[in-house]
């Protein structure tokens, strides 16, 4: 997995630095986040402390209220492109699987789609995990997808035919399965939107399930 997940990397430091735009991304996706982050903001404590875990430079915890940490293993790159349109909080160039902040220390931890950006999906929720405050709310989603999009996925990465940024696929099931083997039982799961593109096999649907759940 390690060099899967290198050609996912370097492809989505190119993405940023020569497509991605943040500012257009956000105004395109915030609809689909906006009753989320609000359901998130009602749960939370009085000026929480926030990890943003896999923030990419859209840093979707700037809409939410309290003090922020911004990780990200692109981070270096993020602030030498989009420094200025970086929302104020603390970035660390750090991967999900290693993170440097103390454990037991969030109030919330966030995490969208970069879960399945991770080397190893399963030792970045327990990170995820580790580092939230006893009783701290988790709020994590990546996108699932048809398993006949999750086989194809993992046959062509056998033969090494896809950089795809996303080294790992999910169906919602397995995601669900994977948070309740990390000891992360979800409290309620929302709906971050839904994307129907066309493959050789016909039309699929993507969502983006995003699970809340207490540490």
């Known amino acids: ?122 030792a970045m929720l327990r990170e995820c995990l580790r580092i939230a405050k006893p009783g701290g709310l988790l709020a994590i989603s990546v996108y699932a997808h048809p398993p006949v999009r999750v086989l194809a996925g993992k046959l062509r990465d056998a033969v090494g035919l896809t950089d795809d940024p996303h080294p790992h696929a999910f169906t919602r099931a397995g995601f669900l399965a994977l948070c309740r083997s990390c000891g992360l039982e979800a409290t309620e799961v929302l709906d971050l939107g839904s994307v129907s593109f066309r493959t050789r096999v016909g039309f699929l649907r993507r969502t983006e399930p995003l699970v809340l759940g207490r540490r």
Request: charged share 25%; proline share 7%; with cysteine.
């Open 1 to 122: 997995m390690s060099n899967r997940w290198q050609r996912a990397q370097d492809h989505e430091r190119t993405y940023w630095q020569e497509r991605g735009n943040p500012e257009r991304i956000i105004a395109r996706r915030k609809p689909h986040y906006e009753r989320a982050l609000a359901r998130i903001a009602e749960l939370l404590p009085a000026d929480p402390l926030i990890a943003d875990i896999g923030s990419g430079p859209t840093c979707w915890t700037r809409f939410l209220p309290g003090q922020r940490i911004f990780a990200d293993s692109l981070m270096g790159s993020y602030v030498h492109r989009w420094g200025e349109q970086l929302p104020d909080g603390l970035a660390l160039a750090a991967a999900g699987e290693a993170l440097p902040i103390r454990s037991g220390s969030c109030d919330l931890v966030f995490s969208v789609n970069a879960l399945d950006h991770s080397a190893d999906p399963a």
